[in-house]
């Protein structure tokens, strides 16, 4: 079983920085997509940055502040947060679309999510 495990959620205060770090474990050929998404109280879950072959994206609201990369040799993702703010704040999950042995196409897997407080 494929499974995604986020990590390095914690309370900080604004202007400080977290590494949010995504693990996918089982049998996994490849990894060809990684997310992150964020959900802040009462709020949509909304999309903040992706990473492909092809290169890096990140919704306005954090570019130039979150920096996403992975080490597809450990099936890691991670997340670096610099200079964060309280409406940084919310819950942290990890999606990817993952490729296991025998399978012909990836599937779409989500983590359960790591909570961010930005606050004095």
């Known amino acids: 079983q494929v499974q995604l495990v986020e990590s390095g959620g914690g309370l900080v205060q604004p202007g400080g920085s977290l590494r949010l770090s995504c693990a996918a474990s089982g049998r996994i050929s490849g990894i060809d997509y990684m997310g992150w998404y964020r959900q802040a109280p009462g709020a949509q879950r909304e999309l903040v940055t992706t990473?492909?072959?092809?290169?890096?994206w990140y919704s306005d609201s954090v570019k130039g502040r979150f920096t996403i990369s992975r080490d597809n040799a450990k099936n890691m993702g991670y997340l670096q947060m610099n200079n964060l703010k309280p409406e940084d704040t919310g819950v942290y999950y990890c999606n990817a679309n993952i490729k296991i042995p025998d399978r012909v196409y990836a599937n779409n897997y989500w983590g359960k999510g790591t909570l961010v407080t930005v606050s004095s």
């Open positions: 990473i492909t072959s092809g290169g890096e």
